[in-house]
């Protein structure tokens, strides 16, 4: 069986779109062959920074024939009706045709037509022009002398060669399939390392294709590089005593720039181990798309560096290491000079005046002046959102309301709110947007704030994610939970809610954050409702209940996500938050259920319990119960029976079954409430499966009827089949 | 001239090297601009169809990096050289590495990388795909495909290739700041370093840009670019051509160079910033369309 080898050189491709670049090669090309009936056993994809190859093994080498049958006349019909029929199978004389015999119908002809398959290297001619064509680059361009005209190819970078060849594997040379791409004709000539082998080298199929680029000092497989890259690091580190920083989106970024991983290590002076080592990795990574390396006993970044350069050089990468020295040198010069200056005194400190007034700010701390200047220069948060300045004071009165409910000091927990954005417009966060709220906890702690309030500085940003570290200390929830609370209120009161994929402002994250704090915090005590609809109130044009009432569906919304991901059924956390909600006029204990905490609490009791034997026999001795009863609201007009049952009706009249049900449930309820009360939702369950055996008993001898207020009994005439959950 | 002596050796090197490939070699505008493209021979030669080949030296205004000289790094008036090739050779890669080679760069040593970079320069309306040129983790120049430039398609595209000769020539000499590099290459008494010729600029200049231009000025002269401009595009109307598009085009750099010293001087909120930039580009873009209706433009 032939295999195809098809390789797209070009110049260098952006590492960050190799990957699912040959990844859509593969998918685009397997696809249109076995759209025409052409399957095969195996393909892979590759890439390097200069160019996508694809392997696809045991193809056809050629489709399928096609047999098909063509009616004909009767034998010895007319000769017109013999012409039209030779004429429309294609035959050119009657003896061509077929005869079969049908008892009843007699004798007539058939035409037996075949046509040959496609040959596969001919469709793989066709195919592979129009994947070039129209192939999904997140960003592609035009290039040279054609792009003078309209039409032109597009590619990411320009497309220099394209290599095609197909053919069996060991019995013959394969063939190179001819086609033509915007005067690129395909071939079988490639090119190695851009320094090392830059002639061309003839490839048959991809065993020579990948021993010739290795010996050219091209890896073809990313993944191979990146072992390369990461085994010689490890390497490199342990013969200096240190730990290699494992950093997989860096690895993956750095496999993507070289075609032969060259793994060096370079340093730079100790005196820049002072910035904070986050800085350093920083400045390192996102300037040098170089790795740090720790010192095992201390944990501490160290003076040390590991790159990865496309170049075995002559020298044995002496200038190398030296040239990325240098410039590793200048960038943390420049951290320094960051790291020294964000602590220092800003200039025209008088112009800050009003900003640390209105926000309460010393303007003797370097943090404060800071926020002061954020205030000062009115950098906008968004246009129908105010400022940072307004927002951070919105933020602070907020978590300052929010302090008692979550145990923190309200001092604290608004002088923290206060700092939080402090450090946004830090020479620090200016170059590394990254380290917003880290730089912000290091500069508060320096300038002696509360060790609780330095962490909520950097604390309150968090989660970032499902899988992020949510924030326990209370001032960190406190100002967190503000910061989330205000973010989601301004959209919702401007009415820019995430609308399908599309989340800008990452509200959903901060939705699914706020029910993590409240959840790994169990805080039982802030009712989302009380919280939020004053805040709507402070906007004008919004109703205040409804946009309320709007968000925090939103928020159970993300709620059920969480659960869901723990394995709690989506309308057990309905039953739970939504039909609570509902209820709540008539049960006035129940407003507990807006409270984030109890949800999961009560929802995760109620999965388990619906997961035991009990648990399935209450829910369907309820969904009957239901269910009868819905019917007889149809009788009896809606909410004939919301009321309490006639205890004394079911003493004088009842039968045994019906006075067993009353005792139980005058026994279970109390027990039911008094656990909901002290927030023992496994007791509550446990009280309302005490009352399983009464419901059994109750719907098995059922007479069918029910027992009404203010009358003896009558028959149901429901019955059983209309009656039954 | 030795390009790894001296600092006008290198730009003498790179000159010679991209002469002899058929560019004209032109002077550096005498406008203030904040980057060689603003200079019409990149800027309005990169539209329409005719062929166009040029390098030059422009020193390059950005009154935000200033820091008093005192940053080794950082200045507010630096040169770069800049070479245009449209349509761009197909070669151009090769081309580059052979300038790179005449300046002294070994590549049996030094790892030379193509990472991506897509630029964009908001206030021109122009952008391109490309890469910045890596030398040992150094970027040394930024290599661009104009896709788009004052918001026309180019048709052809052009070739920019941008090199950062300050950083560049550091490395070259292998001295760790731009002041100590040697201008003249010459030793001892004779000596001239980029100290000797710049320091004191960058301090005067520093001190102009962020604290004494007058800003009440500025803001009247971006008006006064911003209306001359408009009123000469549209007086340069003639039918199918358009007779005033360069002397427009001045009116447009000099509001953009009147918006980086307001925006050094830090008196443009960040709102405010969009909108001059699209003011700016609005000019620019006008500037561009202007240019096609010209024989430079390629209208007939």
């Not at chain 1, 006349?73 to 000769?79: F, K, M, N, Q, Y």
């Not at chain 1, 013959?172 to 001819?178: A, F, G, M, R």
């Not at chain 1, 006993?297 to 560096?305: E, L, V, W, Y």
């Not at chain 1, 307004?390 to 608004?414: F, H, N, S, Y």
Request: overall charge negative.
């Amino acid at each position: 069986m032939p295999d195809l080898l098809l390789e797209l050189f070009s110049e260098e491709i952006p590492a960050r779109m190799q990957r699912k670049a040959a990844e859509d090669l593969k998918k685009l090309v397997t696809d249109a062959l076995v759209e025409r009936g052409l399957v095969y056993e195996g393909a892979r994809a590759f890439a390097t920074p200069r160019r996508l190859a694809l392997h696809i093994a045991g193809l056809p080498v050629r489709g399928r024939d096609v047999r098909e049958e063509r009616k004909g006349p009767r034998v010895g019909a007319p000769d017109a009706a013999v012409q039209g029929f030779l004429k429309a199978a294609g035959l050119s004389s009657i003896d061509q045709a077929t005869i079969v015999s049908d008892p009843k119908k007699g004798d007539s002809y058939v035409a037996i037509i075949e046509k040959p398959g496609q040959e596969t290297a001919a469709a793989i001619a066709e195919i592979v022009p129009a994947v070039i064509r129209s192939f999904p680059w997140p960003k592609s361009m035009r290039w040279g002398k054609a792009s003078a005209a309209g039409a032109s190819l597009r590619w990411v970078r320009p497309l220099h060669s394209i290599l095609c060849t197909f053919g069996a594997a060991e019995t013959e040379d394969p063939e190179v399939v001819p086609f033509e791409v915007d005067g690129i004709v395909s071939g079988n000539v490639t090119h190695g390392h851009r320094f090392h082998e830059p002639g061309p080298i003839t490839v048959k199929r991809l065993e020579d294709y990948v021993a010739s680029l290795e010996k050219a000092k091209v890896v073809l497989d990313a993944d191979r590089r990146k072992e390369i890259i990461l085994t010689d690091a490890r390497n490199l580190a342990f013969a200096q005593g240190l730990d290699f920083v494992e950093d997989e989106g860096l690895l993956e970024e750095v496999a993507g720039l070289v075609e032969w991983p060259v793994v060096l290590m370079g340093s730079f002076e100790e005196r820049f181990l002072d910035i904070p080592g986050e800085a350093i990795r920083a400045t390192i990574r996102a300037n040098q798309k170089c790795f740090v390396l720790r010192d095992p006993a201390t944990g501490n970044i160290a003076n040390r560096f590991i790159l990865v350069s496309n170049l075995a050089a002559s020298d044995g990468g002496v200038a190398i290491t030296a040239g990325n020295g240098r410039v590793v040198r200048a960038r943390l010069s420049d951290a320094a000079y960051f790291w020294q200056t964000d602590r220092g005194a800003l200039p025209d400190l008088d112009t800050f005046k009003d900003s640390a007034e209105k926000l309460g700010l010393d303007l003797a701390k370097p943090l404060d002046q800071r926020m002061a200047k954020l205030d000062k220069l009115g950098v906008v948060f968004h246009a129908k959102l105010g400022t940072q300045g307004e927002r951070v004071q919105r933020i602070a009165a907020l978590a300052r309301e929010l302090a008692p409910i979550v145990g923190a000091d309200p001092e604290k927990a608004e002088r923290a709110a206060r700092l939080a954005k402090a450090d946004l417009p830090t020479e620090m966060v200016g170059e590394f947007p990254e380290l917003q709220g880290l730089m912000g906890r290091k500069y508060a702690e320096l300038q002696g704030e509360d060790a609780s309030v330095a962490a909520a500085v950097e604390e309150h940003y968090k989660p970032l994610g499902p899988s992020d570290r949510v924030p326990n200390d209370p001032v960190s929830v406190a100002v967190a939970l503000a910061d989330k609370l205000d973010t989601l209120v301004g959209f919702w009161a401007i009415d820019e809610k995430p609308t399908g994929s599309k989340d800008p402002y990452a509200l959903r994250r901060a939705a699914l954050g706020i029910c993590r704090i409240c959840d790994e915090n169990n805080l039982n005590r802030l009712q989302l409702e009380q919280i939020l609809t004053p805040l709507f109130d402070k906007w004008p044009n919004v109703d205040a209940p409804i946009a309320a009432f709007d968000l925090i569906d939103f928020i159970l919304e993300r709620l059920k996500v969480m659960l869901r991901d723990r394995g709690i059924a989506h309308d057990v956390v309905d039953a739970v938050a939504r039909q609570g909600i509902r209820r709540e006029a008539m049960m006035p204990g129940m407003a507990n259920v807006r409270v984030i905490s109890i949800i999961v609490r009560t929802a995760d009791a109620l999965g388990r319990f619906l997961d035991t034997e009990d648990g399935k026999n209450l829910l369907a001795g309820y969904k009957r119960a239901a269910n009868i009863l819905k019917v007889e609201e149809k009788k009896d007009g809606e909410g004939a029976f919301a009321e309490a049952p006639d205890l004394h009706l079911i003493a004088e009249a009842g039968l045994i079954e019906e006075k067993a049900l009353a005792v139980a449930l005058a026994q279970a309820t109390p027990k039911a409430q008094a656990s909901v009360a002290a927030e023992d939702y496994e007791g509550a369950m446990a009280a309302l499966a005490e009352i399983r055996p009464a419901v059994d008993a109750f719907f098995d001898n059922r007479p069918h009827r029910l027992l009404r207020r203010g009358q003896r009994w009558k028959p149901s005439p429901g019955g059983r089949g209309q009656g039954e959950g | 001239m030795d390009p790894t002596r001296s600092f006008q050796g290198l730009l003498l090197t790179l000159q010679r090297f991209w002469a002899e490939r058929g560019c004209v070699v032109l002077q550096p505008y005498d406008m203030e601009v904040g980057a060689g493209t603003s200079h019409p021979g990149t800027m309005l030669r990169s539209l329409g169809p005719k062929p166009w080949r040029a390098a030059y030296v422009q020193p390059s205004r950005r009154p935000k990096d200033g820091r008093y000289g005192e940053n080794p790094n950082r200045l507010q008036h630096y040169y770069q050289f800049q070479v245009i090739l449209k349509p761009n050779p197909p070669n151009l890669q090769e081309l580059y590495l052979q300038s790179l080679a005449a300046i002294g760069i070994d590549m049996a040593l030094h790892d030379i990388r193509f990472v991506e970079d897509d630029w964009e320069n908001p206030t021109l309306g122009a952008w391109g795909l490309g890469w910045e040129c890596w030398c040992d983790g150094m970027e040394v120049s930024q290599f661009t495909y104009f896709q788009q430039v004052a918001g026309i398609e180019c048709a052809p595209v052009s070739g920019e290739l941008t090199y950062g000769l300050e950083r560049l020539a550091c490395y070259l000499q292998n001295v760790e700041s731009i002041m100590e590099l040697n201008f003249n290459g010459l030793e001892g008494d004779e000596k001239v370093t980029y100290r000797d010729v710049f320091l004191q600029a960058e301090q005067e200049y520093s001190r102009y840009n962020f604290e004494y231009a007058d800003t009440d000025a500025l803001f009247r002269r971006f008006a006064a670019a911003e209306a001359e401009c408009r009123a000469l595009l549209q007086k340069g109307e003639a039918g199918e051509r358009h007779l005033m598009v360069q002397p427009a085009y001045d009116q447009c750099l000099k509001a953009g160079h009147t918006f980086n010293l307001l925006d050094a001087r830090g008196v443009i909120s960040v709102t405010e910033r969009q909108s001059y930039i699209l003011r700016v580009r609005e000019l620019a873009k006008a500037c561009g369309a202007a240019w096609l209706k010209t024989a430079g433009g390629g209208a007939n």
